[in-house]
Every structure is written in structure tokens, then in C-alpha cells.
């Protein structure tokens, strides 16, 4: 089946500016988590959504935000960019109502501020 | 504060040595601890994971040893291969909200 898909792969914005990222996850998988990835600081955890909710929160500030939609699919929006926006994004499908299970990660979405 | 230690940050190995790459954690509510492997441009893969029930896990040439009491736990991979070069992530989670360590990079040389 289809892994997790994530678009688009590479966006370069200036700062100040808004962006919207993508993730379709695994079909059947309803929790989509997003994680930031910088070098020296691994994957920091943004946000889990659960059949449209937001179950968990990372501490990153409000200018992080997401939503789910009812197919499962996750957008994740920042606004107000800045230059430490910069890194790669990646979302990450679970199976529905399991816990500790396999996190699906997507191929990530390149995030470069100007 | 970062919940999950990694270390090293950075690993050489010869090929057919053994790479081991170790990790601890504090919060003793975690209960599932994987192990993720990273390569350039591609989201992290699981490569192996443990429960806190067992003390160690063999899937072919990779084995997660886990201490409890210690809450450490460590990745060794044996026989290492030049295509084990990658980055290797540690997680522990409670749930479905994974916490990584700051990730390995590794290098088999031939």
C-alpha cells in the first residue's frame, strides 16, 4: 500500500512569510503526527491529530499550527516565519487506536527561510 | 530539555566491526523504546524496537540491549556494513508522542 506522502518536498520562503505543508497518511491510519528535524537537535515533536483532533502538543510556539481533515489528511501551517523555521519537516502515520506502535514516516518537506 | 540522550554523535566502523550506539531516558512512563534508521533524504525508518519487559531484542545483525534500572538502552549492530551508513535515531514514547535523541551518524568503511 501507498506509504505516507508529504508535499512538496522543497519550499523556499522569506521571512515574515506563511506556509502551509502536506501529509497524506497510510490509508486506514487516522493519527498523523508532525516532528521538526534540525542537525544537533533530531526530531522535535510539533503536534499529533486523531480522527480531526489535536490529541498531543509539542512546545513550539503558537505560530505552529495544524489541522486534520475527516480523509485523515494533515496540513501544518506557520506563520510569521523566521530564518530558525528552517529545517525538514516530517509526518508521521499511526495506526488507529494502537498505542506504541510503528510511527510511518513520510519523506519530509524541506523547509528553507530567506 | 531533551528527554532521550544519544550518544556519540558521530560513529567510524569498520566493515564486519560492531557499532554500538547508546541511549538514556529519564521518564520512567515510557514503555516502548525504537529505533529508527535515516537515510539522506528519506523520512526515518523503524528498524528495531523494545518493550521494557525484556532485557534484549535480536532481529538478524541488529539487537537492542535494554537496562531498566539504568534507563539506558543501546543499539549494536554486528557485522556493520558499508550499507549501514545512515543516521540512527533512538525514540521512547508513552503513547502515540515519540521523543528522539539528537541521532547517530554512522560510517562503515569497506
Known amino acids: 500500500k501507498a506509504g505516507v506522502t508529504q508535499t512538496p518536498r522543497y519550499l523556499i520562503k522569506t521571512r515574515g512569510q506563511q506556509v502551509t505543508l502536506s501529509c497524506s497518511p497510510i490509508s486506514g491510519h487516522r493519527s498523523v503526527s508532525w516532528y521538526q528535524q534540525t542537525p544537533g537537535q533530531g526530531l522535535q515533536f510539533l503536534f499529533e491529530?486523531?480522527?480531526?483532533?489535536?490529541?498531543n502538543k509539542g512546545n513550539f510556539p503558537g505560530r505552529f499550527s495544524g489541522r486534520q481533515f475527516s480523509n485523515s489528511r494533515s496540513e501544518m501551517n506557520v506563520s510569521t516565519l523566521e530564518l530558525g523555521d528552517s529545517a525538514l519537516y516530517l509526518c508521521?502515520?499511526?495506526?488507529?487506536?494502537?498505542?506504541?506502535?510503528?510511527?510511518?514516516f513520510g519523506q519530509g518537506t524541506r523547509l528553507t527561510v530567506v | 530539555q531533551q528527554q532521550v540522550k544519544q550518544s556519540p554523535q558521530s560513529l567510524i566502523v569498520q566493515k564486519g566491526g560492531i557499532s554500538i550506539i547508546n541511549c538514556a531516558y529519564e521518564?520512567?512512563?515510557?514503555?516502548?523504546f525504537p529505533w529508527y534508521q535515516q537515510f539522506p533524504g528519506k523520512g526515518p525508518a523503524l528498524l528495531i524496537a523494545?518493550?521494557?519487559?525484556?532485557s534484549e531484542k535480536k532481529e538478524g545483525r541488529f539487537t537492542i540491549s535494554f537496562n531498566k534500572s539504568a534507563k539506558q538502552f543501546s543499539l549494536h549492530i554486528m557485522d556493520s556494513q558499508p550499507g549501514d551508513s545512515a543516521t540512527y535515531f533512538c525514540a521512547a514514547s508513552t503513547g502515540n508522542q515519540f521523543y528522539f535523541g539528537t541521532g547517530t551518524s554512522l560510517t562503515v568503511i569497506p
Open positions: 491529530y486523531f480522527s480531526e483532533t489535536q490529541r
Open positions: 508521521a502515520s499511526l495506526r488507529d487506536g494502537q498505542r506504541n506502535t510503528e510511527a510511518f
Open positions: 523494545i518493550r521494557p519487559d525484556v
Open positions: 521518564n520512567t512512563a515510557f514503555d516502548y
